[in-house]
């Protein structure tokens, strides 16, 4: 039951910063908290794709602050949220055999991610008059979380 609810909250990460969530995945399993050894995920806990992984964060991180990005409930960035929040769910479910299970808490955490997480980041910016501050605040919440998920796998 529990990896089902960390496959859910790393979905959420998944719904706030698409690529914290399989980034923190990655590292676990390059680090050896989880292991993808002989499952379809091996790739994640390749050597380099770690470093690919936290690249491509970053670079949404700062996509994130730029004016012209799009919003994330537009069908693409949603879709995408959606299906790697079910990818790192699937992840975070391997050791235990539910591949399928772990896939769809974490898709249904995408989605939970995604309309939380804009609605309370807009809540957030109206209360500071801009949304840098909020923004801000969201991206240290993807990435916190997205560790505490990670260190809590069994």
């Known amino acids: 039951m529990v990896v089902y609810v960390l496959a859910l909250l790393i979905g959420v990460i998944a719904g706030l910063r698409a690529m914290t969530a399989p980034a923190a995945v990655s590292w676990a399993a390059s680090l050896g908290l989880l292991n993808l050894e002989g499952t379809w995920l091996a790739f994640l806990g390749y050597r380099y794709t770690p470093w690919i ?32 929040g079910g990818l790192c769910g699937a992840a975070i479910a391997a050791q235990g055999g539910s591949f399928l299970g772990g896939f769809v808490a974490g898709a249904v955490g995408g989605i939970i991610g995604t309309l939380g997480g804009a609605e309370g980041r807009a809540r957030l910016a109206a209360a500071f008059g801009r949304d840098r501050p909020a923004a801000l605040i969201e991206d240290a919440v993807a990435i916190l979380g997205a560790v505490l998920i990670v260190g809590a796998i069994p």
């Open 53 to 84: 992984m936290t690249v491509l964060a970053i670079g949404e991180l700062i996509g994130d602050q730029l004016p012209t990005t799009p919003s994330r409930k537009t069908p693409l960035p949603f879709a995408t949220r959606i299906i790697v």
